[in-house]
């Protein structure tokens, strides 16, 4: 018991520097994004493993808990202002990637029984339409596609890691559902081009 | 390791160069019929790399749209690829055999496991029932034992609107199922809107659900995802409420379970943020269902865990009902948007709120307060979730209402000083070890369920806890004058922290058996208290009438001194209260004050008594006496550790006198430190934080400051409006606003918020009630600003008619005054207009 009680506990890294590297990436420096990572990452780890381990094909767990406990340990205990509130929700989108792409890579010898099964926002039903694609695939096809345009890969992000709903997303980004709307399905197809096996029938080998 | 193909080299020169060209032409073509897409796009475009580029991505479009659709049509029903499936939407049930039982089909999947139909054959017998496989992070090691532990609680909810657990176990995959009662029913929301149930009828079923909730929270289970689709309704119109219990059964170690086990859209904010939950947390489900009921939607609609999250966090209030209505919502109950719409307005919108707030104490104190509060509204008698605000705020201007203490430390604390009173008698008189192993065991059972670290059990309420003690205490004490006693402190305390409803079926009682008993102390004191709930609900003459038989029951020989000083306070305050300044009260109360110093009683008691007896004075114009008493009750609250909200009181009493009558400067500090004193003993929300505001705000205009009160008070609008929503509580704000308003000359902005107030008070007071002189006479003042003399007239007219000859004190002369120029102005301003041509 006593070694569980830590979900009321302040994150073991020091509340303040969460905040100033916060406060660091929201000004634009993205280079910050990384020490932060290391400080919150640990415990989402540690969730994150908890979560998906042992889960069987009936029980599909969304990551909601993932998020629920990336946000918490985000705010809690540090008067974050949200500020900003897209840099801040962009933030949790990379970091859950980041926390999901990690997981993925670390399960990847399970890769026989399909991978990792990722049960992303509702919306992320195409990908399972795609016999090989699995979340590497994906991370690195929307490094590329960041490369190409920061913006779209943003909200790929916001929406299918973070799970936001096109109203939300439309409202971080400040722009009409219309066009949230447009520019996924673009971003979408666009994923799925490229993320379609080249004729041959994906590498289901280890 | 996998690679998904190269992008081709063509691709990638033609999006680097062409990107956005591409995009605009993917989504000038998209919409265009198969057919038509090259076409046009050999027209509009002469680059064949980018025109192939466009044509390959509108191909993967295509192969997108039919790869979802497939996917969300139940492809995965096959079960061939079910590994590699990412859907939820697996229908068909992971295994035939679950230990004894065979599942038939799924009936539905949530948060912690999905549930199906299931048969099991006993002695040749098919028995139906529903399973549940649970999602393996739900359970920890020792949940079938749990669930032997529990069964005893679970027992307990044995009741007609509760579906029934029956059995807990794991097959021979290790995976943990539940088996519950099978019910043959519809959704609710989908079973009203096939009716087409009109607001009444869905209300009914609603009271239902709370009958349910209610009977498990006084077994002190907690169901924690209270939703639509947790309820069913049979083809009789029967709800049937499911996993309930199920809480009880998940992990023990409490890391992410109330919010895993939560639906976000319908989850209270402590569970969003995984906190101790509670039986508030259930009564915040019942809201959002409530909510979902009126409107056809969730309160959260529309938003993702993480914007719940985001929500909780920053507290967050769903948006009024009245404003999620649609028209389509309305058709689904009988009605049009409008009349929906009008419905909802007031006390539905008022009652929803108040189970949705972010604070757990803000919201109704019990699932049966919530219920009587609906069963009003049915009755169309005034709710309680407008009321109890009303009923702290009568104080206005004139007259201060006493603020409830509402503490819940100090709550506790007599809880356990009773029953460790009664126990201590208990032993004197019995001596029976076995008499005292059970009073410790109540007492640690109480405090058990007051800790929220406790495991297994929900932290309960305060109210929560007064009323398992109070159905307990019979267990515990037998002589039963020792057992009223006990009662009558329970009751009180559950008076104090504000859960009127159930305190006034105890005193009742009390009052009963004090009378078949002849103890004329323990009815007077359950009297004095019953009257000051009937104040409260606003019905006076009921209220007057046990007041004055408590204060003559009190003389009785043999009843103690404290329940005749109590009687005679409550007796005289009430009367002051209500506006009947007889000359008794201030003998009533000054005798009250000498008994309560000669007897040695509390100093709680005596500083009440000088506390309403400075107020009296107050009432009949005496400043100088009230500021010398209350001056002189500063040092006593000092020694009160719980004493810091008296206290700001007293000074917002003393600033308030210096305002309106002396030194006007000095109540500025005296304001200050009653604001910070609430703050610091309530916080920035409380009423008492709140309330002062627009008295210092009043001070800043009257010493020419009007412009910082202007901006103390708009900053403090929308915290108001947050917090009082639609009730006519909002006046002393909207009436300072507005005279802020028109000191800095802004008249469109006082005649819009004198308006509103005007509005909001008719119909809430007597016609002839002060406060609404004072709304005419801020009106008035802002038409007559704008140069609408006319309109002001009528205004002038009833400021002078309700508020020159009922003044009693400066402050109130002092406003007559002003509507006595006010009336002169309008005629002047109208003769001056008959003189032009």
């Known amino acids: 018991m006593s070694d569980n009680s830590n ?16 406060r660091a990436w929201s000004a634009g420096r993205p280079d910050s994004l990384d020490p932060l990572f290391k400080l919150v990452y640990p415990r989402l780890r540690q969730i994150a493993r908890a979560l ?98 920061p913006r779209k890969s943003r909200i790929v992000e916001l929406r299918f890691f973070l799970g936001s709903t096109a109203e939300e997303t439309a409202d971080l980004l400040q722009m009409s559902k219309a066009t949230i709307d447009r520019e996924l399905r673009f971003a979408r197809s666009w994923l799925y081009e490229r993320l379609q096996p080249g004729g041959a029938p994906g590498g289901a080998a280890p | 390791m996998t690679q998904s193909s190269p992008p081709s080299a063509a691709a990638r020169t033609a999006d680097a160069a062409h990107w956005r060209e591409i995009q605009e032409l993917f989504a ?166 096939a009716q087409r149930l009109d607001v009444r009828a869905r209300l009914a079923l609603f009271l239902q659900i709370c009958a349910a909730v209610s009977h498990a929270h006084r077994n002190l289970i907690v169901h924690l995802d209270l939703k ?71 309160p959260f609609a529309k938003t993702s865990t993480a914007g719940r999250t985001e929500a909780a966090v920053r507290e967050v209030e769903p948006g009024s009902i009245t404003r999620a209505v649609t028209p389509e919502a309305a058709l689904l109950r009988a009605s049009t948007e409008t009349r929906l719409r009008q419905a909802l307005r007031g006390d539905l919108a008022a009652i929803v709120a108040t189970c949705l707030r972010s604070k757990a104490a803000a919201r109704y104190s019990s699932v049966e307060a919530l219920s009587e509060d609906i069963r009003r509204f049915a009755e169309s008698r005034p709710v309680l979730a407008r009321r109890q605000t009303a009923a702290y705020l ?34 004197q008189a019995l001596r029976e070890a076995e008499r005292s192993v059970r009073m410790q065991t109540l007492l640690s059972s109480l405090f058990k369920m007051a800790n929220p670290n406790y495991t297994g059990k929900p932290a309960a309420t305060v109210p929560e806890l007064l009323r398992v003690g109070l159905a307990k205490l019979p267990d515990f004490i ?34 009963a058996e004090a009378t078949q008993a002849g103890a004329l102390g323990d009815k007077a004191e359950a009297e004095a208290f019953a009257a000051e709930i009937e104040f409260q609900d606003g019905n006076i003459a009921a209220g007057r009438g046990l007041a004055a038989d408590a204060l003559a029951l009190s003389k009785t020989a043999g009843v103690s001194a404290r329940v005749h000083v109590l009687a005679e306070i409550y007796y005289a305050f009430n009367e002051e209260n209500n506006g009947y300044l007889k000359d008794t009260n201030l003998e009533l109360l000054r005798a009250a004050v000498a008994e ?48 810091l909200c008296d206290r700001s009181e007293v000074y917002g009493w003393l600033a308030w006198i210096d305002n309106t009558s002396g030194d006007r400067a000095a109540s500025l500090p005296l304001f200050k430190q009653a604001y910070e004193g609430y703050l610091a003993c309530a916080g920035a929300d409380s009423r008492g934080a709140l309330d002062e505001l627009p008295y210092w705000a009043d001070a800043l205009t009257r010493l020419g400051r009007a412009s910082e009160a202007v901006t103390m008070l708009e900053q403090a609008l929308p915290i108001w409006r947050r917090l009082l929503g639609d009730s006519s509580d909002q006046s002393e704000m909207l009436y300072f606003l507005a005279r802020a308003y028109l000191v800095v000359g802004r008249y469109r902005d006082a005649d819009r918020f004198a308006v509103e107030n005007l509005e909001r008070l008719t119909g809430k007071l007597a016609p002839d009630d002060r406060n609404i002189g004072l709304a005419h006479l801020v009106l008035g003042q802002a038409l007559l600003g704008e140069g609408r003399a006319r309109e002001a007239a009528p205004h002038a007219r009833k400021a002078v008619e309700l508020l020159v000859a009922s003044a009693a004190t400066d402050y109130g002369r002092a406003l007559g005054a002003e509507a006595t120029q006010l009336a002169a102005h309008v005629e002047a301003a109208l003769a001056r207009r008959t003189d032009a041509p």
Request: with cysteine; proline share 4%.
């Open chain 1, 7 to 22: 979900s009321e506990d302040p994150q073991s890294a020091p509340s303040g520097e969460v905040t100033q590297l916060l």
């Open chain 1, 52 to 149: 998906f381990r042992r889960e069987g094909p009936e029980s599909m767990l969304q990551p909601t808990g993932v998020v629920n406990e990336l946000f918490l340990k985000l705010v809690r205990n540090h008067s974050l202002k949200f500020d900003n509130r897209e840099h801040f929700f962009s933030l949790a989108a990379s970091l859950m990637r980041r926390i999901l792409v990690d997981q993925a890579r670390s399960e990847h010898r399970s890769k026989r029984d399909g991978g990792l099964r990722v049960p992303l926002h509702d919306e992320m039903e195409w990908v399972s339409g795609l016999p090989s694609a699995d979340l590497l695939d994906i991370d690195r096809a929307l490094e590329d596609l960041e490369q190409l345009d």
């Open chain 2, 28 to 193: 000038h073509v998209e919409g265009l019929p198969l057919g038509e897409r090259e076409g046009t796009l050999n027209d509009v475009c002469k680059n064949t790399i980018v025109r192939a580029r466009v044509l390959e991505l509108l191909r993967a479009a295509d192969a997108m749209d039919r790869a979802m659709q497939s996917g969300t049509k139940g492809a995965t029903v096959g079960g061939a690829e079910a590994g590699t499936e990412g859907s939820l939407a697996a229908r068909a049930p992971p295994v035939v055999h679950l230990g004894p039982y065979r599942l038939v089909r799924e009936l539905g999947a949530g948060g912690i496991g999905a549930v199906y139909l299931a048969e099991r054959s006993v002695d040749g017998v098919t028995l139906t029932s529903a399973v549940k496989i649970l999602a393996p992070h739900a359970v920890d090691a020792s949940f079938v034992d749990r669930f032997h532990r529990e069964q005893e609680n679970l027992a307990a909810l044995d009741h007609p609107n509760i579906t029934r657990l029956l059995d807990a176990g794991r097959d021979a995959n290790d995976r943990p199922y539940l088996v519950m009662e099978y019910v043959q029913g519809v959704h609710l929301d989908a079973y009203c809107d």
């Open chain 2, 228 to 298: 639509p689709s947790n309820v069913l309704v049979t083809a009789g119109g029967v709800v049937k409420l499911l996993d309930f219990g199920t809480s009880k059964l998940m992990r023990a170690d409490g890391t992410l379970t109330a919010t895993l086990m939560a639906t976000p859209a319908y989850a209270s904010p402590e569970q969003m943020l995984n906190q101790p939950v509670s039986t508030a947390s259930d009564v915040y489900g019942l809201g959002a269902i409530l909510y979902e009921l009126l409107t056809g939607r969730a």
């Open chain 2, 394 to 427: 009568v104080a206005k201007f004139l007259r201060r209402r006493r603020l409830p203490l509402g503490i819940s430390a100090a709550l506790l604390l007599t809880v356990a000083i009773t029953v460790s009173y009664a126990w201590t008698q208990q032993r």
């Open chain 2, 478 to 511: 037998r002589d039963p004058g020792d057992l009223r006693q006990a009662q009558l402190s329970l009751a009180e305390s559950m008076f104090e922290s504000g859960d009127l409803t159930d305190a006034r079926g105890a005193f009742a009682n009390i009052i």
């Open chain 2, 596 to 643: 309560s110093r000669s007897r040695h009683l509390s100093e709680h008691d005596t500083t009440l008594a000088l506390r309403d007896l400075a107020g009296a004075l107050y009432n009949r114009g005496r400043n100088v006496e009230a500021k010398a008493i209350f001056e002189q009750l500063l040092p006593l609250y000092a020694n009160d550790p719980l004493g």
